[in-house]
């Protein structure tokens, strides 16, 4: 039978898995490319490099239609995509705090419980979840994490205590060192003693910091403007010597590399200033990121590493749009803080030379939460995976490594903090709660996405062809009314999988 995203049935995996579409041909495949691997590396296990960017949009990349068109050119972005897989319907959260814990448990935000970013020390954090990182150091893997990670500051959620062997970083987010100490933002903070002593005392760490295995924090310096522009510089000469260490170690190792970049407020390393052809503090920090990919592509080549490592480049969340021009780009409706597309979609590439066939370019649907069982996957340790939770991620190794490889997964689902937003399959989209992007309800902001706008319920749903309408602008359930079971039943299906003993999680709530 011919496979069809929409009209083809899923595999039961367990009880507490999504099912998933099962390509025969496609895990042949991989497993004999596995198979190779393993004859001519001598292990089953690849080296892990995943480069997490931060408001990067759909379409800043060269290869996603923007680069030179936008005024930031990414060469090395673009020649790994040439390499491997560019993936073009790969889904992120509403924001980076809910995607990044996506990223690392495999679960939505309503399992992980962080559904909106904690800030300016706000408790509550990743604890409690088993992470992939735990996952890998079980497997023999060394594990290493640098640059943000804004999963929580306690002590129970930091990196050192959840899997990670060593973190260098900071543990929020770029605008909450910076903000108040800028006068062009907050003059009258600056300018107030009383209102700067006030922000000091605040309940947050101000420095970049580092951590050993179940060690404390060490502070490593302020996070002051200066500071800050010189951060992803550091960043990645961290991660550059851990890469040339690992070239002498048996064991395999995950990296972890989360960039400052491009997060509002950008203050680009002064050898960065003016570079891009845009001349703007946002675009010259794009070409910055585009080097540190090269610079660790670099190592990997040189120190023989590379045919040994898979490599992930992705972004948090779709363009921060209400801090224009301070902003990503997307072709899509909307912006981070939204489940329409323009929020959610992001760029992935994927690489992995002489296991991922070079150049492909697939519209398949790729999760957030895909990234745990694949990994762990072609780890080959999926038994290490935890059976006393749900997990939202399907194993996509098959998808990534066979030639034409096939999603493996048949929806997306989006969710809004507590409310569940809408799904795709296929090429549709059915649409039940969003937030508004109008002129009216985004009156109180300069751009038409972010955090701003209307909670808006849509009682009968919308149904968007995005193919046909990636501005998600016209709706026509009633003309598709032969979607009603694989759309609007899915719905309750998937609402089901939140019963005991699977109930939903808060730790950090967005009340929608």
Known sequence: MEFDPIASATTPIAANHEPAFVHEADIAEAEAKQAQFTNRHGTKQPNILVVLMDDVGWGDFGCYGGGVAVGAPTPNIDALARRGVQLTSAYSEPSCTPSRATLLTGRLPMRHGLQRPPMYGEPGGLQGEVTLAELLSD???????????????????????????????FLSVSDMYTEWRDPYFFPEIVYSKARTDWVENQPFNKSFVHATRD??????????????????QKWCAYSEKFLHRMAGEDRPWFLYHNTRGAHFDNYPHESYLGVSPAKHPYKDTIVELDDIVGRLVDVLTETGQLEDTIIVISSDNGPEEETWPDAAYTPFRCAKGSTWEG???????VAWPGMIDPGRVTDGLFDFNDVLPTLMSLAERTDLIPSDRFIDGVDQSSFLLASNGLSNRKYHYYWLGQAFSGLRCGEYKLVLNAISDDPISQADTQGGGGFSGAFQKFPYGKLFNLYLDPKE???????????????????????????PPYEPKRVVGLNV
């Open 215 to 232: 060690g404390d924090l060490e502070p490593v310096e302020e996070v002051t403007i200066p500071v800050l522009s010189e951060l992803d």
């Open 139 to 169: 497997a023999g893997y060394i594990t290493q994490a640098v640059g943000k990670w804004h999963l929580g500051e306690n002590i129970e959620s930091q990196p050192q205590r959840v899997g990670f062997d060593d973190f260098y970083g």
């Open 343 to 349: 929020g959610v979609r992001v760029p992935m590439v």
């Open 473 to 499: 602008t016209h709706s026509y359930l009633v003309r598709k009314l032969a979607y009603q079971d694989a759309l609007v039943g899915q719905v309750a299906r998937h609402r089901a999988t939140f019963a």
